[in-house]
């Protein structure tokens, strides 16, 4: 039976889950979620986050949170139903999508105080999570028939052969209980300090995954010297071959334009100046190679 974040409040109200009397307000930012902050009238600052979502998600975000505990960026859960019909964690002070911080610094905090904080997928883990969708020919396919006349049948086919390289080199190698959603979206700065990451979609890869993701977020700086230091304080980030940053860039940048003419048309030149950039290192590398 659905339930509404008014019953929710309700309940969290007559079973004193936290303390009461508050207040709330609804946030803006989840696609598929419900969520709502909880103050007190002596606090200018909210104190809780009430989340709602299909069970099966805040079981997984859950799971996430439980595992990261101890990672000082991550939300402290505080409650969770159990039912998995809402959970309730600690409101983080911030605001998303500032782009006045330096991409290259918010992307070293991540990896030093995130990233390099990850464990390997327990066997058996309940949920399971998903496999990242970047390796994935069918969805390269969606993402084809989105972008449309933007990039061409070339341009394509170049994903599938990157994309089929990505799994023969993967196979056997260590996945990572990663965020999913490592994007500036997700990321809650105050006064130019990184406070906070928010909201996984928890998803399953190795750790260059998630960083890779958080650098085509947005579509400023994305060159070759802003990634490169993160890469490189990233633990068990041992590519096979040295083309193996550029070609995660150009898989997880391919899927990004698709994204970006959802939800950020305004964002799409930037992109696709990306796009060509990265396949001109692409081309100097082949090139380095045969010879």
Known sequence: MDITIKEVLAEIRSRELVPVPFE???????????????????????????????????????????????????PTLHYVDRSNRFMIYSYIPGVTDDRQVKKKDWMCTLVENVLNHYVQVP??????????????????????????????????????????QAVEIKNGRTSYLLHGDFGLHNFLFDEGRLTGVIDPTVAKDELIYDLVYAFCSTPDDLDLDTIQPAAAMLKDWHPADTAGLHREVLLVLYRRIACCIYYHPHDLEGYLQAWAYWRGLWATLEKTVDR
Not at 29 to 48: N, Q
Not at 64 to 69: A, D, H, I, Q, R
């Open 24 to 74: 709330y307000r609804p946030l803006t930012g989840g696609t598929v979620s419900t969520l709502v902050s909880v103050r007190y009238a002596d606090s200018k600052l909210p104190h809780f986050v009430v989340k709602m979502n299909k069970p099966e998600n805040i079981q997984a975000e859950v799971a996430f949170l439980k595992t990261y505990e101890t990672v000082a960026l991550f």
């Open 123 to 164: 066997e058996g883990s309940a949920p399971e999570p998903s496999a990242r969708l970047s390796c994935s020919i069918s969805d390269f396919e969606w993402v084809r028939d989105v972008i449309g006349k933007h990039l061409g049948e070339e341009d394509f086919q170049f994903v599938v052969e990157l994309s089929r």
